[in-house]
């Protein structure tokens, strides 16, 4: 029954789901940002509702077009029958953040 258990418990259990980038609550003047992260292999990763492909290691990297001001990235990943592991990231596009550059250098 122990090993019986373990292979329901590890079916249904949600993939771990490691986002690298970007930071939350990263504010920026650049339009675009490539989500960066890893899970397991052969799960689903799903990014604001496009699929994303998963290389052999469980790495995975897609770029996202981001518009002025908040912007919600929402990463999922799921493996067969298993629950859903979900990560939210939030992104501001600040055109700000470019002047203060310019003056600060």
């Known amino acids: 029954l122990g090993y019986l258990g373990w292979q329901v418990a590890s079916t249904f259990s949600a993939p771990r789901l490691h986002i690298s ?6 504010v920026t003047r650049d339009r675009e940002v490539t ?3 890893e899970t397991l292999p052969e799960s689903e990763v799903v990014l604001n509702g496009k699929s994303v492909s998963v290389d052999e290691h469980g790495r995975f990297a897609e770029s996202v077009i981001l518009h002025d001001g908040l912007n919600t990235l ?3 990943s799921k493996k067969g029958h298993s629950r ?5 990231r ?16």
Request: glycine residues 6%.
């Open 84 to 88: 859903v592991n979900s990560v939210s």
């Open 35 to 37: 989500v960066t992260g």
């Open 90 to 105: 939030y992104v501001v596009v600040d055109g700000r953040v470019a002047v203060l550059d310019q003056l600060l250098h």
């Open 74 to 76: 929402e990463i999922t």
């Open 21 to 26: 980038s970007p930071s939350d609550n990263l």
